[in-house]
């Protein structure tokens, strides 16, 4: 027996756990939570999506996807300087856009340590490959660069979860960019 067609949409739903995640987090999410945001029941939540860990898993896996896509399109901007401009500027705007809750479900969600690693791990190459291209200086410690940088993202991110404005995280991205060594020339 196949069993009952899904009265909602999937993606729909998949789409409303991700922001019940974001607005509170792993441990502040109960599931009474999500069956609310999502407009479903708790059956059909366990037969869609499995338990809370399961759907947290697949919620932030959509929403990592969707953030490296950014990250990509940054680091293939032409110098390295560039690069870290477009992230922190998207940073800036992402985190305090009207449509979304403010800052950054990866950058703040304890549970998605390996997320923010690969993303910085991103960064430290594209910073590496800026060394070899002349954008930055050799011997530019490009891990302590990058370590600096996603720190500053989850900074800009808890200010805007604090209530902080596009305005205000554009100043911190633009002070941030000053620790970017000067190419030598």
Same mark, same amino acid.
């Given at each position: 027996?196949? /069993?009952? +067609?899904?009265?909602?949409?999937?993606?729909?739903? *998949?789409?409303?756990?991700?922001?019940?995640?974001? @607005?509170?987090?792993?441990?502040?999410?109960?599931?009474?939570? *999500? $069956? /609310? &945001?999502?407009?479903? $029941? +708790?059956?059909? !939540?366990?037969?869609?999506?499995?338990?809370?860990?399961?759907?947290?898993?697949?919620?932030?896996?959509?929403?990592?996807?969707?953030?490296?896509?950014?990250? =990509?399109? &940054?680091?293939?901007?032409?110098?390295?300087?560039?690069?870290?401009?477009?992230? *922190?500027?998207? $940073?800036?705007? &992402?985190?305090?856009?009207?449509?979304?809750?403010?800052?950054?479900?990866?950058?703040?969600?304890?549970?998605?340590?390996?997320?923010?690693? =690969?993303? #910085?791990? @991103?960064? @430290?190459? @594209? !910073? =590496?490959?800026?060394?070899?291209?002349?954008? !930055?200086?050799?011997?530019? +410690?490009?891990?302590? *660069?990058?370590?600096?940088?996603?720190?500053?993202?989850? /900074?800009?991110? /808890?200010?805007?979860? =604090?209530?902080?404005?596009?305005?205000?995280? !554009? &100043?911190?991205?633009?002070?941030?960019?000053?620790?970017? +060594?000067?190419? #030598?020339?």
């Amino acid at each position: 027996m196949a /069993g009952r +067609p899904r009265s909602f949409d999937r993606d729909t739903a *998949l789409a409303a756990a991700v922001e019940q995640f974001w @607005r509170s987090g792993f441990e502040g999410t109960s599931i009474a939570m *999500l $069956t /609310g &945001a999502m407009g479903v $029941t +708790p059956p059909s !939540l366990y037969a869609a999506f499995g338990d809370k860990e399961t759907l947290f898993a697949e919620a932030s896996a959509e929403y990592f996807r969707r953030t490296c896509e950014g990250v =990509d399109r &940054a680091t293939a901007l032409p110098t390295a300087r560039e690069a870290v401009a477009r992230m *922190l500027e998207d $940073t800036a705007r &992402a985190h305090t856009a009207a449509s979304t809750p403010p800052g950054c479900l990866m950058l703040t969600e304890p549970r998605l340590a390996a997320q923010r690693a =690969d993303v #910085q791990e @991103r960064l @430290r190459r @594209r !910073l =590496d490959r800026g060394v070899r291209d002349g954008d !930055l200086p050799a011997g530019t +410690p490009t891990d302590r *660069l990058a370590t600096f940088l996603v720190a500053v993202m989850r /900074g800009m991110s /808890g200010c805007a979860r =604090d209530g902080g404005t596009t305005e205000d995280l !554009l &100043a911190i991205a633009e002070t941030a960019m000053t620790a970017l +060594p000067a190419p #030598q020339r």
